[in-house]
């Protein structure tokens, strides 16, 4: 119902997710403000099985379909049980750092009411308790 249309920013560029609108229904792991600012996932098994572990607890969401993978990147679209909005939610692994970056961004609206940072959380935790 409000899907919207999917951004064509997304990916990897340089080895960062591009950065959030100003908007406050958008967070990731390397951004540079406080507002949309969020710890990347960390791991503790070798980078191969830390994103199928990844894959896993994303296949985990309902109504979430992973859209475009790769040996170090993930983007999946998670849509609302209710509205049927859509967010974009992309996963950078990154081997130097030995962490996964993160970024989550409602389409449309203006506001998630905290949305995008709780599924942040709820990834993080549900791919602790898998390693």
């Known amino acids: ?3 919207g249309k999917r951004p064509t920013n997304l990916g990897v560029s340089e080895g960062r997710l591009s950065p959030c609108p100003n ?17 990347p996932l960390s791991y503790g098994s070798d980078p191969e099985t830390a994103i199928a572990t990844l894959k ?4 985990s ?3 979430t379909q992973i859209i475009t993978e790769s040996s170090d990147y993930l983007y ?3 849509t609302s049980a209710l509205m049927g909005f859509v967010d974009d939610v992309e996963f950078f692994l990154d081997r130097t750092a030995n962490v996964i970056h993160i970024r989550s961004a409602s389409r449309l609206g203006k506001s998630d009411l905290g949305v995008n940072r709780k599924r942040v959380e709820q990834i993080r935790t549900k791919l602790a308790e898998l390693q």
């Open 61 to 63: 969401f309902p109504k």
């Open 76 to 78: 999946a679209e998670f």
């Open 1 to 3: 119902m409000f899907a």
């Open 56 to 59: 896993r607890v994303i296949q």
């Open 23 to 39: 908007t406050p229904n958008c967070v990731c792991s390397q951004g540079g403000d406080a507002e949309h600012s969020v710890a």
